[in-house]
């Protein structure tokens, strides 16, 4: 069992930047890769970013690619998404995931979620 906890969400104007953090206990941290996702009301979940389980490879939307970046701190157990030049149309429930998979941008592949932080950008 993996437990995961964000945090970092919270009010930004246009164009600002925040980091989010999810912090992971439990089973081996670098057995996992890990994602974040993304929901907006009345729209599906959707994938933002991934980093494979040693932080080798990185994956990105195409809609946040060249402003958010992911990355991971194994020491830590944390991982983070370093979101910058924020749109409004980031503004979302954000989550992270934990997943035995190479399934990257698939929701369905991760077994373990947080409960999700809010941000919101402001015009």
């Known amino acids: 069992q993996v437990q995961l906890v964000e945090s970092g969400g919270g009010l930004v104007q246009a164009g600002g930047s925040l980091r989010l953090s999810c912090a992971a206990s439990g089973r081996t941290f670098s057995n996992y890769a890990m994602g974040w996702f993304r929901q907006a009301p009345g729209k599906d979940r959707e994938f933002v970013a991934a980093?494979?389980?040693?932080?080798?490879?990185?994956y990105y939307a195409d809609s946040v690619k060249g402003r958010f970046t992911i990355s991971r701190d194994s020491a830590k157990n944390t991982f983070y998404l370093q979101m910058n030049s924020l749109k409004s149309e980031d503004a979302a429930v954000y989550y992270c995931?934990?997943?035995?998979?190479?399934?990257?941008?698939?929701?369905?592949?991760?077994?373990?979620w947080g409960q999700g932080t809010q941000v919101t950008v402001s015009s």
């Open positions: 995931a934990a997943g035995p998979t190479s399934s990257y941008t698939l929701h369905s592949k991760y077994d373990y």
């Open positions: 980093i494979s389980r040693l932080g080798v490879n990185t």
